[in-house]
Nanobody, 119 residues
Framework: QVQLVESGGGLVQPGGSLRLSCAAS????????MGWYRQAPGKQREFVAT???????NYADSVKGRFTISRDNAKNTAYLQMNSLKPEDTAVYYC?????????????WGQGTQVTVSS
């Protein structure tokens, strides 16, 4: 069945780096816009970044210059490189896949991976 599985989360100190991965299965990966979202305790889920199949990216202002989203279609995997991490980046990070192709399931979500930035 279709599945998105995040990995790479963990505990890091402020200023540190982390790379998240999202492995997709049972989808035509190249037809989906890939994205990362996050949800901190007591807050709404928020947009972090997206990347098209052609490599066009979009970032939330809060992460611009620090985070980089990428994708490897051959591996059916999306990534989020997180640098200069701040305590306010602490959240559960979710992988998302979306498509506007009408014959396909429009959206999938991963289960989330915890990122904690703390001294």
């Amino acid at each position: 069945q279709v599945q998105l599985v995040e990995s790479g989360g963990g505990l890091v100190q402020p200023g540190g780096s982390l790379r998240l991965s999202c492995a997709a299965s049972k989808i035509i990966f190249s037809t989906y816009l890939m994205g990362w979202y996050r949800q901190a305790p007591g807050k709404q889920r928020e947009f972090v970044a997206t990347i098209t199949n052609g490599g066009s990216t979009n970032y939330a202002d809060s992460v611009k210059g620090r985070f980089t989203i990428s994708r490897d279609n051959a591996k059916n995997t999306a990534y989020l490189q997180m640098n200069s991490l701040k305590p306010e980046d602490t959240a559960v990070y979710y992988c998302n896949a979306r498509t506007t192709i009408f014959t396909l399931t429009p959206e999938y979500w991963g289960q989330g991976t915890q990122v904690t930035v703390s001294s």
